[in-house]
């Protein structure tokens, strides 16, 4: 994780801090990955299977829960994070809490195993 600095979240969430509605397009934001000890200042009960990502004025809303957190690596967009919490009005903390996929790997691989692979 430590690697990469930003991350790119693509969500339907609310455009606005307390707007009504959320987006009728798909919204994306690049987020600067935070240190941990940043984030658990922040964030209480923080766990080793959560990250945070962030900057001022800027990050997820409510509604954009389930969002990818993804990463170019080797020339693909890779998902690292699940978006888990941001607080009112969005953007109001400099950080926002993501789940980490590689904390659930075993998981994933157990519950679709019978599904296809695009390994290209």
């Known amino acids: 994780m430590d690697k ?14 307390w707007g009504p509605d959320p987006s009728d397009e798909l919204m994306e ?5 935070y240190p ?9 009960g923080l ?4 990250f945070c990502a962030g900057d001022y004025g ?15 690596y080797k020339g693909r967009m890779s998902v690292l994070g699940i ?4 607080d009112p009005p969005c953007g109001s903390k400099p950080n926002n809490v993501f789940t980490k996929v590689t904390s659930f790997l075993k998981w994933i691989k157990y ?6 692979y695009c390994n290209s």
């Open 4 to 17: 990469f600095t930003e991350l790119t979240v693509a969500g339907w969430g609310l455009t606005e801090p």
């Open 29 to 33: 934001v690049t987020l600067k990955h």
């Open 36 to 44: 941990r000890e940043n984030c658990s200042r922040d964030w209480e």
């Open 47 to 50: 766990d080793p299977s959560q």
């Open 58 to 72: 800027k990050g997820v809303c409510w509604g954009d829960s389930g969002s990818p957190a993804m990463v170019r």
């Open 83 to 86: 978006t888990k919490r941001s």
């Open 111 to 116: 519950h679709t195993k019978d599904a296809e």
